[in-house]
T-cell receptor
Framework: GQNIDQPTEMTATEGAIVQINCTYQ??????LFWYQQHAGEAPTFLSY??LDGLEEKGRFSSFLSRSKGYSYLLLKELQMKDSASYLC??????????WGAGTKLIIKP | IAGITQAPTSQILAAGRRMTLRCTQD?????MYWYRQDLGLGLRLIHY???????GKGEVPDGYSVSRANTDDFPLTLASAVPSQTSVYFC???????????????FGEGSRLTVL
């Protein structure tokens, strides 16, 4: 089966850097996705990794290590609007997404 | 405005009643999905449709049914609502299925359903 773990909640300071980790166990793998979800809103796509390494997209970067079953989302120059939940999702061998419970990120001034 | 529209945005429903959540997309996406989101749990797939005319069961399909008569519409029906179906329901779509592009989902704004 599959299993995805990510921290329930994290707190960071405006202007700082934060790393949100996601570990997974799976028998089939077709990619690792990150989504952002503001309270009361729909999730929106942030990034996708299928190969090992770092993918950078502006202030956000996502890293994948398939051998370790590990990914992280790195947010730089934090802004108050980055306060949201960040969802890690694994794409399995059937191309279906298996979702983590999400990490609530609280940004303090 | 292009995207996915869900209705209603919020509904309180008596147990035992029938309810249909509507979902319409205008992006001509082939694949559509229904998820439920509960506090402390990840999004859970209820049903999906890879293309018009086909549907499939997800992780938690019991008590729900769907249809996909055309590309744009993907309604979710609760035949006889129970309190455990109290949740936020999200409809989503992707360009296609069966490839990594499936993972880039576009979500509707959600339907908050309370079953009493």
């Amino acid at each position: 089966g599959q299993n995805i773990d990510q921290p329930t909640e994290m707190t960071a300071t405006e202007g700082a850097i934060v790393q949100i980790n996601c570990t997974y166990q799976t028998s089939g793998f077709n990619g690792l996705f990150w989504y952002q979800q503001h309270a009361g809103e729909a999730p929106t796509f942030l990034s996708y990794n299928v190969l090992d390494g770092l993918e950078e997209k502006g202030r956000f970067s996502s890293f994948l290590s398939r051998s370790k079953g590990y990914s992280y989302l790195l947010l730089k120059e934090l802004q108050m609007k980055d306060s949201a939940s960040y969802l890690c999702a694994l794409m399995d061998s059937n191309y279906q997404l298996i979702w983590g419970a999400g990490t609530k990120l609280i940004i303090k001034p | 405005i292009a995207g996915i529209t869900q209705a209603p945005t919020s509904q309180i429903l008596a147990a035992g009643r029938r309810m249909t959540l509507r979902c319409t997309q205008d992006m001509r996406h082939n694949a559509m999905y229904w998820y439920r989101q509960d506090l402390g749990l990840g999004l859970r797939l209820i049903h999906y449709s890879n293309t018009a005319g086909t549907t499939g069961k997800g992780e938690v399909p019991d008590g729900y049914s769907v249809s996909r008569a055309n590309t744009d519409d993907f309604p979710l029906t609760l035949a006889s609502a129970v309190p455990s179906q109290t949740s936020v329901y999200f409809c989503a779509s992707s360009v296609s299925s069966g490839s990594p592009s499936t993972g880039e989902l576009f979500f509707g704004e959600g339907s908050r359903l309370t079953v009493l």
